[in-house]
């Protein structure tokens, strides 16, 4: 789809997947996803499409246009620097770049997409690390350069956490997450304290105490 450089046939392909998937009772979209080929390995490669950030983008906010015309929720995805499949979540992949590089090349279709983009979004992290720190807990990204720089007002939600190690709720919440994808802290003697919890103990003191429950209350 790439290849044809046509955002009226994006917007026609968004548009049959909105379609298909109200048909079907579903209203969020795991797409789409706009990262950059950095390597010709890279597991996603699939999904993605092109080593070019400004054509990503473009094309990524034309599909979703097409998309949300059906009450449809993108969840626009990778946030950011994925580089793999398998080996960023099981092998805590570090990917480092510079922040030239990471806004020129690599933040670059997620900022166009986003400000193209005329509906209400939600947004999926990466598994990766960048530097030092999990994509999903990284506040420099999701607090400074998306909300603040960028003015996004809608959800962050990890991809999916398998109990990988290092996808800390309570970490991620704390810097700019709102959504555990697929958790299994249900399995913990503190999230049987929770299920139970009413909302209206979602105030201050409760999303301090329970930040994950709360956020996802306050989200849904």
């Known amino acids: 789809m790439a290849q044809s450089y046509n955002r009226d046939l994006l917007e026609e392909v968004g548009d049959a997947i909105g379609a298909e998937f109200k048909a079907a009772g579903y209203y969020g979209w795991y797409g789409p996803a706009a990262n950059t080929h950095r390597s010709a390995f890279a597991g996603r490669n ?3 499409f092109s080593e070019d950030g400004v054509l990503s983008g473009n094309l990524a906010a034309a599909e979703m246009n097409g998309v949300v015309k059906h009450n449809v929720y993108p969840y626009f995805k990778h946030f950011a620097l994925n580089d793999s499949g398998k080996q960023n979540r099981c092998a805590f992949l570090l990917t480092y770049a510079t922040e030239q590089t ?6 670059k279709g997620f900022e166009i997409g986003l400000k193209q983009y005329q509906g209400k979004l939600l947004r999926m992290m990466s598994f990766n690390f960048i530097g030092t720190i999990p994509a999903t807990a990284n506040s420099n990204l999701l607090n400074d350069v998306l909300r603040k720089e960028w003015g996004f007002q809608g959800v962050v939600e990890t991809d999916y956490d398998g109990s990988y190690g290092y ?15 697929g958790s299994l802290r249900w399995q913990s003697p503190i999230s049987l304290r ?8 979602c105030n201050a003191e409760g999303l301090q105490e329970y930040p994950l429950y709360c956020s996802e209350q306050r989200c849904l």
């Open 46 to 48: 699939f999904e993605y």
């Open 102 to 107: 990471i806004r020129e090349n690599y933040l």
């Open 167 to 181: 996808m800390i709720s309570d970490n991620s919440v704390r810097n700019g997450n709102d959504l555990m994808l």
């Open 194 to 201: 929770i299920r139970a919890l009413p909302l209206s103990d």
